[in-house]
C-alpha cells in the first residue's frame, strides 16, 4: 500500500519529488488553482471552521480522515488507488494484454479529449455551487458542500495530473484552460451542458448530486476500466469520494419528501398551495425539477449511436462501468444493440447498431436503472403516507438536446409531439418562474446547529457517527 506524503508542497502518492520537472510544472500550477479557488470556489467562508473528510492514504483505513479544517487550507492533492499486479486490458481489440504504464501515441488525442471532458465537470460544478452557502438549510448540510466542493477540487487535480504527467506541453495548456473556461460563461463556458446550468437553490443541488454526480459514477466507473494504468487507478480513487456525493443528493432528496409528508399530515391536505403555505416543497414542484435535471443528466452520455464511442472501447480507452463482472462478451466485435429512433414522420422506429457505437446508450440504460432506485424509495414513503401520488423519471426521449432525439418535441412519456402542443404544455413539464420565485423565498439560511430549514426534515444520522447537531461549520 503507498502512504500519501503530506511533508510535500503537493501531498502524494505517486513519488512527485523523484521528477523535478513535473513538480515544477505542477507547483506553478497549484497557485493558479488557488487564484481560481478563491475566485470561483465558496470563498466568502474561506476563514470558517469545517468539519472535512481529508485523504491520508489511499486504502479503506485511510482515505476517511475526519478533522477541522479551514476550506483553503484543505491539501489537495494526487492520490492514486494502489496497482492491482499484473493488470491486463479487460475489453475491447487488445483484450488480454498488458496494460499500459504510458499512452500509445496513436491514441494520445482520444484519450485527452476524455480527460479534458472529466477534468472539466469538476471546477465546473463548484462554479455553479459558489453562492449556496449563505442560503444553507443546515450546518450538516452547509458542511457537507464545502466537503463536494473541496472533493470536487481534488477530481480536478486527479485530472491535471495526467494531464501534465503524460501529455506533455499539450497537457499543461489543456490543463491550464480548465481553469480559464467557466460554468455559464458566454465566450468559454464549461464543455458539457449541464455544467453550464445556474445551481441557484439546495433543490437544484440535491437534484444534481442524485443525477449529475451519477453521471460522474457511471464515466469515473467506465474511465477506471481504461488500458492506461494511471487513468484507471486515479478514477477508482476518485469513485471511493463520488459516493458521498450521491448519497449528499439522495439523502437530501429523501429527506425533502419526508418534510413534505409530514406538512401535507398536519394540514390535512396534499394541495399544492397548503403545502407551500407551510413553506414546504409541493411534490409536483419536486417532479419538476426532476424532470428537468434527469433530462439534462441524459445528455452527459452522448449521442445514442457514437463512432467515438465504437473507438474507445475498440482501442480499450473507455470501458463499461464493472466490465469484468457484469459482461461476459469483452470484445463486442460482432454484437448489436436495438435503439430507438424518430422515424422522421413524428414516430418512433427500432434500430439495430453495432453495439461497439451504441456504448453511449449501454451506459445510459444502466444509469436510468440506477436513477429509479430512489425514486422508488421516496414513492413508498409517499404510499406509506397514504397518498396517490407518485414520482416519475421522464422518458430518455424528453427534452433531449444531444443525439438522436435532439429538438425533437416529445411528452413526458417520450411520445412526438406538435412543437406548439410541447410549448403550451412544458411549462407544467419543467420548473416555471414562479415555481423557482417560490423555491427561492425558501431558501432561508439555518445556522444554528442542529436546526433545520422548514422545507427539509433532519438527517437520520450525523457525519462520522457524531451528533445531528454537532457544529459542522464554525462560523465564528
Ligand atoms: N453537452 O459522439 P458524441 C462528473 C459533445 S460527470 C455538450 O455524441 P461521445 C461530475 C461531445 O463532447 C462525468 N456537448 O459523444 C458530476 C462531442 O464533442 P467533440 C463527466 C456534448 O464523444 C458532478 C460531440 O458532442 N465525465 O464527473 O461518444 C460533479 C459528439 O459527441 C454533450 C465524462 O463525461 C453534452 N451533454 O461521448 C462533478 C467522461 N454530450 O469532442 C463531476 C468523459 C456530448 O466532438 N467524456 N457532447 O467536440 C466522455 O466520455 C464523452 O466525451 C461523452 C460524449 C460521454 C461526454
Same mark, same amino acid.
Given at each position: ?280 416543497? @409541493?411534490?409536483?414542484? $419536486?417532479? #419538476?425539477? +426532476?424532470?428537468? *435535471?434527469?433530462? %439534462?443528466?441524459? !445528455? ?117 409531439? @406538435?412543437?406548439?402542443? $410541447?410549448? #403550451?404544455? +412544458?411549462?407544467? *413539464?419543467?420548473? %416555471?418562474?414562479? !415555481? ?41
Amino acid at each position: 500500500m503507498s502512504t500519501i506524503d503530506y511533508s510535500e508542497k503537493i501531498p502524494n502518492n505517486v513519488d512527485l519529488a523523484n521528477d523535478k520537472t513535473l513538480q515544477r510544472a505542477l507547483e506553478h500550477w497549484q497557485p493558479r488553482f488557488l487564484d481560481w479557488w478563491r475566485e470561483m470556489g465558496p470563498n466568502d467562508f474561506a476563514s470558517v471552521d469545517v468539519y472535512l473528510r481529508t485523504a491520508v492514504g489511499v486504502d479503506a483505513q485511510g482515505w476517511a480522515h475526519y478533522g477541522t479544517v479551514k476550506m483553503p487550507d484543505y491539501r489537495w492533492g494526487i492520490f492514486l488507488a494502489d496497482p492491482i499486479a499484473d493488470r491486463t486490458i479487460g475489453f475491447g481489440d487488445s483484450f488480454g494484454q498488458p496494460v499500459w504504464q504510458q499512452v500509445p501515441g496513436e491514441f494520445r488525442s482520444q484519450f485527452r479529449r476524455l480527460i479534458v471532458t472529466q477534468g472539466d465537470t469538476e471546477p465546473a460544478s463548484v462554479e455553479q455551487q459558489h453562492r449556496l452557502g449563505h442560503t444553507c438549510p443546515s450546518l450538516y448540510d452547509l458542511r457537507n458542500l464545502f466537503q463536494i466542493n473541496v472533493e470536487e477540487g481534488r477530481h480536478l487535480w486527479a485530472m491535471v495530473y495526467i494531464l501534465h504527467a503524460y501529455f506533455g506541453r499539450d497537457g499543461r495548456e489543456e490543463a491550464g484552460e480548465l481553469l480559464a473556461r467557466h460554468s455559464g460563461d458566454v465566450d468559454k463556458p464549461r464543455i458539457l451542458g449541464t455544467f453550464n446550468e445556474p445551481i441557484e437553490d439546495w433543490l437544484s443541488f440535491f437534484c444534481f448530486c442524485y443525477f449529475t454526480d451519477r453521471d460522474g459514477k457511471f464515466q469515473l466507473k467506465s474511465l477506471a476500466e481504461s488500458s492506461f494504468d494511471p487513468l484507471a487507478r486515479t478514477c477508482r480513487f476518485m469513485l471511493t469520494e463520488e459516493a458521498h456525493h450521491m448519497f449528499v443528493g439522495e439523502t437530501g432528496l429523501g429527506r425533502i419528501v419526508r418534510r413534505t409528508l409530514e406538512v401535507m399530515k398536519e394540514a390535512g391536505s396534499d394541495d399544492p398551495e397548503a403545502v407551500r403555505r407551510q413553506g414546504a416543497v @409541493d411534490l409536483p414542484l $419536486l417532479q #419538476r425539477y +426532476l424532470n428537468f *435535471w434527469f433530462s %439534462s443528466s441524459l !445528455d452527459l452520455f452522448g449521442s445514442e449511436v457514437s463512432s467515438n464511442a465504437a473507438t474507445t472501447f475498440a482501442n480499450g480507452i473507455k470501458g463499461r462501468p464493472d466490465e469484468m463482472t457484469q459482461y461476459q462478451d469483452h470484445v463486442c466485435a460482432d454484437s448489436t444493440f436495438e435503439i430507438e429512433i424518430p422515424d422522421g414522420k413524428g414516430g418512433v422506429m427500432k434500430d439495430t447498431s453495432p453495439m461497439r457505437n451504441a456504448m453511449n446508450e449501454v451506459l445510459r440504460d444502466a444509469y436510468i436503472r440506477d436513477c429509479e432506485i430512489g425514486l422508488k424509495r421516496w414513492n413508498m414513503q409517499i404510499k406509506r403516507g397514504g397518498h396517490k401520488f407518485e414520482l416519475k423519471l421522464p422518458s430518455n426521449r424528453f427534452r433531449r438536446a444531444i443525439g438522436a432525439w435532439a429538438n425533437i418535441p416529445t411528452d413526458l412519456e417520450g411520445r412526438p409531439i @406538435d412543437r406548439e402542443e $410541447l410549448d #403550451r404544455l +412544458l411549462p407544467g *413539464w419543467l420548473p %416555471s418562474a414562479s !415555481d423557482k420565485a417560490f423555491v427561492r423565498s425558501l431558501m432561508q439560511r439555518v445556522v444554528e446547529p442542529g436546526k433545520m430549514a422548514a422545507w427539509i426534515a433532519p438527517p437520520d444520522r450525523g457525519i462520522n457517527n457524531l451528533a445531528v447537531d454537532y457544529e459542522y461549520v464554525r462560523l465564528n
